[in-house]
Each structure stands twice: as structure tokens, then as C-alpha cells.
């Protein structure tokens, strides 16, 4: 299995701050790197597929970039409605596997 | 606009058998999708449980391939987990979700299972 590392695991912030996640695989996967927003008790909402390209809906403050093994979300100014934990995900290869994720808090 | 519900009991007995159900509606379930189980236990990360394509090809995750079973009514629209011998460890949210463009891009609500007698 492709083992996901997310760094850091929480981050306290203050709303208009710029933030940024990382996310380190255990081997080589391309772009094939995915990133989430989990807000407790909702649905875990798609913000970032094939390492860098926004999903459909998503505000651009939001951007991802990187390949092979290491990978980075960027927020460009916090929100209010930001604060969740972000998770990454890799789709080269099953089982498809997440990272422990970072959760984002309100400073 | 596709949306997922999921649906089962919320407490099964240690041993026993984890049944849920994803309901699809606002698309077709024969898409070219593959239709999607995903976990979260209480305090931990994501987990992936495993998929099946509308023509009825499971993947399932190694560290569970023993126990799940994944399947998928067209007629119904809607797919299915089972899940064997669970025991607590499988406490867990359990989310349906479409996987499309390598990517789980619409998900379910999600459905808490307890395993506890």
C-alpha cells in the first residue's frame, strides 16, 4: 500500500492568513493526488484532483501543486468556512489510501 | 445532479453482519462510474473499503478483501455493502461515494454503525 504522511497534523490560523498542507507518499504516484475538506457530521467535499486542478465550484483561493511524492494545498486567505481537517488521497493505485489529515483551526 | 443516500442499521452485534445500502438518484448508476465504500472510525482517518463498476467488477480493500462483499442492484439503483465477523474495530461512519476521474467526487452523508452487543 502507498503510505500517505500529512504535515502538519493541526494548524491554528487567523482568518485572511495564507496556509499551507503537505502531503508526502511513500513512493512515486505521478499527479494522481486528491485533496478533501471534512467539516464534522458533512460529507467529505472534493476541492483538488490530479494535484493541481480546482473541482468545478471550488473558490480559487484554494490550489494545489506538486507531483511524484510530495504535495502541497494551498489556502490563499482563510475563510471562516475553512476551518474543517483537509485530507489528501492517492489515486494511482488501489487500495486507494488517505493521509491522516490536518486539522484546520481557528486562532 | 447525482446524489447519494445511505441507509442500514445502526448497531450490529459483534460477529455479526455490517448490511448497507447507497441509493443513487439525479443520474444513472450504469454512468461510467465506479460506485464507492468509504470509513472513517471515531477519531481516525479516511479508509477505503472498496468499489464496484455498474457491470458489476468489485475491488476491494486487502486488509478487509476476507470479509466485504460489494454489489450492485441497477434495477434499484443503488449498491450495496456487507460487511462479515465484525467486531468493534469496525465502529465506524460509513460514506457511499462516486468515484469518477479518479476522484471520489460526490459522496453521501454518511451512516454510523456501531458494533456492540
Known amino acids: 500500500d502507498i503510505q500517505m504522511t500529512q504535515s502538519p497534523s493541526s494548524l491554528s490560523a487567523s482568518v485572511g492568513d495564507r496556509v499551507t498542507f503537505t502531503c508526502r507518499t511513500s513512493?512515486?504516484?505521478?499527479?494522481?493526488l486528491e485533496w478533501y475538506q471534512h467539516k464534522p457530521g458533512k460529507a467529505p467535499e472534493i476541492l483538488i484532483y490530479a494535484a493541481s486542478s480546482l473541482q468545478s465550484g471550488v473558490p480559487s483561493r484554494f490550489s494545489g501543486s506538486g507531483s511524484g511524492t510530495n504535495f502541497t494545498l494551498t489556502i490563499s486567505s482563510l475563510q471562516p468556512e475553512d476551518f474543517a481537517t483537509y485530507y489528501c488521497?492517492?489515486?494511482?493505485?488501489?487500495?486507494?489510501?488517505f493521509g491522516q489529515g490536518t486539522k484546520l483551526e481557528i486562532k | 445532479q447525482v446524489q447519494l443516500q445511505e441507509s442500514g442499521p445502526g448497531l450490529v452485534k459483534p460477529s455479526g453482519t455490517l448490511s448497507l445500502t447507497c441509493a443513487v438518484s439525479?443520474?444513472?448508476?450504469?454512468?461510467?462510474?465506479?460506485w464507492s465504500w468509504v470509513r472513517q472510525p471515531p477519531g481516525k482517518g479516511l479508509e477505503w473499503v472498496g468499489q464496484i463498476y455498474h457491470s458489476g467488477s468489485p475491488n476491494y480493500n486487502p486488509s478487509l478483501k476476507s470479509r466485504v462483499t460489494i454489489s450492485v442492484d441497477k434495477s434499484k439503483s443503488q449498491f450495496s455493502l456487507k460487511l462479515t465477523s465484525v467486531t468493534a474495530a469496525d465502529t465506524a461512519v460509513y460514506y457511499c461515494a462516486r468515484y469518477n476521474n479518479n476522484a471520489f467526487d460526490i459522496w453521501g452523508q454518511g451512516t454510523r454503525v456501531t458494533v456492540s452487543s
Open positions: 488521497q492517492q489515486s494511482y493505485s488501489t487500495p486507494y489510501t
Open positions: 439525479g443520474g444513472s448508476i450504469s454512468s461510467v462510474n465506479w
Open positions: 513512493q512515486r504516484i505521478s499527479s494522481y
